[in-house]
C-alpha cells in the first residue's frame, strides 16, 4: 500500500521530533518494504538528515511555483491532491498536524501527538505560538482517524485538554537511533575523549539547554561534588543563566557545554559516562533517558510525569528541584559501582521493550486496524 507523511522535520528538524520521525520511517520500511512510503517535504534542503532509497521511500516535493513558494499553504492545504494522485491510502501525521481537506477524501488518517508541554507548562511558551498550538493540535485530533500518543502521560493530558475520547488514542512508545545500540572500539572512544577533550570521569546530560529541561539543578547539585558534567545540546537565552551560576561559583573547570555533536559520538560519549542525569520538568517522554539505557549507562531523573514510563524500575528518581536530593543520589551511585552495574544491567533488559521491531509491528497494526 502506499503510505504518505508529512516529511518537514524529517529533511530538517535535527532534535526530537525529526529523530521521531525519521526512525519510524526507517524502522517501517525495513520491517514492512512491500509498502511505498511517501514523504511530503515543503522545502529542499541540503543538511543530508535523510536519505530515500527510492526502491519503498520516496521524497516528494511541491509540483508548482507557486507552491515551493508559498510551501507552507501546499503543507498545509495543497498537498491533498498530491495525495490522491500518488493514490495514497492512509497519511501519517508525525509531529500533530494533517493538512486540511484530507477529511474529504478516502484517504485515512493518522496523528501522533508527542506531547502538550504548552498547556501543562505555558510559561515556557509566547503567547501566540500557544494559540497556534492549541488551534493545530485541537483540529488534528478531532478531523484524525485515529491518534497516535508516544506515552500514557500525553494520552492522559489528550483526554484532559483536547476531550479525546480514550478509545480513539493508541499509546505506541518511540524509539531511538540504532548507534545507541552498538558497541565501539577503544580506538573509537579514544578519538572522542581527544576530540573533546573530555574527563575520566563525569556526569552526562542530554537535551536543549533550556528552562523546562532544567540542566542548572544538576551544576549546583555537582558544585561541591568531585566529578565532571558534560551537557549536550542546543543552547537558548537559559545557558547564561547556568553561565553565571558556573562563573559566580568557580567551577568553570567542572562543566563542558558541548554542541552539534554527531550521532555515533554522543552514542560512545553515553557509553563513557559515569552516569546520565536528567532533571527536567516535564517531557512528553524523554528519549535521551531510553538513549541512555541503551547505552548502560545508569539514570538520575524526576520523580513524577513520563519518566517512570521511559526510565522503568532500574532508574533512580529525584525532586528536580531538590538540590539537596539530586546531590545525594549522584554521591551514592559515584561511590557504589555495584548499584551502578545493577542499574546498568536492568536498565538495558527493561529497555528492549522500546526496540524497533516491537515499534514497527505496534504502528503497522494501527494502519492495518483502519484499512
Not at 143 to 149: N, R, S, W
Not at 260 to 272: K, M, N, P, R, S
Not at 274 to 293: C, Q, R, V
Request: aromatic letters at 12%; glycine letters at 4%.
Amino acid at each position: 500500500m502506499n503510505i504518505g507523511f508529512e516529511a518537514k522535520r524529517i529533511f530538517h528538524n535535527r532534535t526530537g521530533l525529526g529523530n521521531y520521525s525519521r526512525d519510524l520511517v526507517r524502522i517501517l520500511s525495513q520491517y514492512f518494504p512491500e509498502n511505498k512510503y511517501f514523504l511530503y517535504n515543503p522545502i529542499p534542503t541540503n543538511k543530508n538528515l535523510f536519505k530515500t532509497n527510492n526502491s519503498s521511500v520516496f521524497e516528494k516535493k511541491p509540483n508548482s511555483n507557486f507552491y515551493s513558494r508559498f510551501y507552507n499553504i501546499w503543507r498545509q492545504k495543497g498537498v491533498v491532491k498530491d495525495l490522491v494522485t500518488d493514490e495514497i491510502i492512509l497519511f501519517h501525521g508525525l509531529s500533530g498536524e494533517i493538512p486540511r481537506g484530507l477529511k474529504q477524501t478516502k484517504i485515512k488518517s493518522i496523528v501522533t501527538v508527542h506531547d502538550l508541554i504548552f498547556m501543562r507548562l505555558p510559561q515556557f511558551y509566547p503567547f501566540w505560538d500557544r494559540v497556534i498550538y492549541f488551534y493545530k493540535f485541537g483540529k488534528s485530533t478531532r478531523e484524525a482517524d485515529i491518534v497516535i500518543a508516544i506515552s500514557e502521560q500525553t494520552k492522559i493530558d489528550l483526554i484532559k485538554y483536547f476531550n479525546v475520547p480514550s478509545d480513539k488514542i493508541k499509546v505506541i512508545y518511540q524509539g531511538c537511533n540504532p548507534a545507541f545500540k552498538k558497541d565501539y572500539s577503544t580506538k573509537q572512544k579514544e578519538t572522542v575523549i581527544e576530540k573533546y577533550n573530555l574527563p575520566v570521569n563525569f556526569i552526562l546530560n542530554v537535551g536543549t539547554v533550556e528552562c523546562r529541561k532544567n540542566v542548572l539543578s544538576a551544576v549546583k547539585a555537582i558544585k561541591d561534588i568531585d566529578i565532571s558534567l558534560v551537557i549536550i545540546g542546543n543552547q537558548t537565552p537559559y545557558k547564561k543563566k547556568v553561565e553565571d551560576y558556573i562563573v559566580e561559583n568557580n567551577i568553570e573547570h567542572k562543566i563542558l557545554f558541548l554542541n552539534d555533536v554527531d550521532v555515533e559520538e554522543l552514542a560512545i560519549i553515553y557509553q563513557l559516562a559515569t552516569l546520565f542525569i536528567y532533571p527536567s520538568l516535564y517531557e512528553g517522554f524523554g528519549i535521551p533517558i531510553i538513549e541512555s539505557l541503551y547505552s548502560k549507562t545508569p539514570v538520575i531523573t524526576t520523580k513524577g510525569g513520563v519518566f517512570h514510563e521511559s526510565g522503568g524500575q532500574s532508574t533512580l528518581y529525584i525532586d528536580s528541584n531538590n538540590i539537596e536530593e539530586i546531590k545525594n543520589s549522584i554521591q551514592l551511585l559515584l561511590n557504589n559501582h555495584e548499584l551502578r552495574a545493577e542499574m546498568a544491567n536492568k536498565g538495558y533488559d527493561y529497555v528492549q521493550k522500546f526496540n524497533d521491531e516491537l515499534i514497527a509491528a505496534n504502528v503497522y497494526n494501527v494502519y492495518k486496524s483502519l484499512l
